[in-house]
């Protein structure tokens, strides 16, 4: 079984300051790892994704993510929040077979 | 990436009536699925629609309430039936491309149920 689980329904940050966002997974198998966006009124965006290469993951918007086997994480992070990265973020795992099973979202609020 | 479009998309509904949502990609696709989201909440998986085969449901959706077609490589249709208030949600189409291990989503359908 897998399961993933976001630290933090809500973040607020200041524009200019760093995002993280946290994302912890369990999985029974080596996993494959993603990050979607939702803004209001729209379907899911992919960010970025892991997939067994590079630990170190570029996603869009200037967003990146860390593997880390050891802590089984994946936090999503930006150097500097824009006021457009406002929206919520689901972290979603995957066992290779099609099946995503996504986090509970956090919710980014960027103030100026 | 896939280009996924659905319709309507967003619809009010009385109570007991059926609502049918399709979901169209602008590539051929093996594999389709449909989530729901329910307000404030994440995502939870209804049922993985592929070409040629019966849609394979999650645990606690039936195809009873929740019949899905997928009369081609490029089209599904997902019907909630006897609403309730309770179905209140948006309901999203996703696809995955051959071989890349990740989901396109459509713009949702938001379900109003009174």
């Known amino acids: 079984a897998q399961s993933v689980t976001q630290l933090g329904s809500h973040v607020s940050v200041s524009e200019g300051a760093l995002v993280l966002l946290r994302c912890n997974y369990s999985s029974s198998v080596p996993p494959y790892l993603f990050w979607y966006v939702q803004y209001p009124n729209q379907g899911l965006q992919l960010l970025l994704k892991y997939t067994s290469a590079a630990t170190l993951v570029k996603g869009i918007n200037g967003f990146e993510a860390e593997f880390k086997k050891s802590e089984t994480s994946f936090h999503l992070t930006k150097p500097s929040a824009h006021m457009s990265d406002a929206a919520e973020y689901f972290c979603?795992?995957?066992?290779?077979?099609?099946?995503?099973?996504f986090g509970k979202g956090t919710m980014l609020l960027v103030s100026p | 990436s896939a280009v996924i479009s659905q319709k309507p998309s967003r619809d009010i509904c009385q109570r007991g009536t059926s609502l049918t949502i399709q979901c169209q990609v602008d590539s051929q696709v093996t594999m389709m699925f449909w989530y729901r989201q329910q307000p404030g909440q994440s995502l939870t998986l209804i049922a993985t629609a592929n070409q040629g085969s019966e849609a394979t449901y999650e645990s606690g959706f039936v195809i009873d309430k929740f019949p899905i077609s997928r009369p081609n490589l490029t089209f599904s249709t997902l019907t909630v039936s006897n609403m309730s208030p309770e179905d209140s949600s948006i309901y999203l189409c996703?696809?995955?491309?051959?071989?890349?291990?990740?989901?396109?989503f459509g713009p949702g359908t938001r379900l109003t149920v009174t």
């Open positions: 979603a795992v995957s066992d290779g077979y099609s099946t995503l099973t």
């Open positions: 996703s696809v995955e491309e051959d071989s890349v291990y990740e989901q396109y």
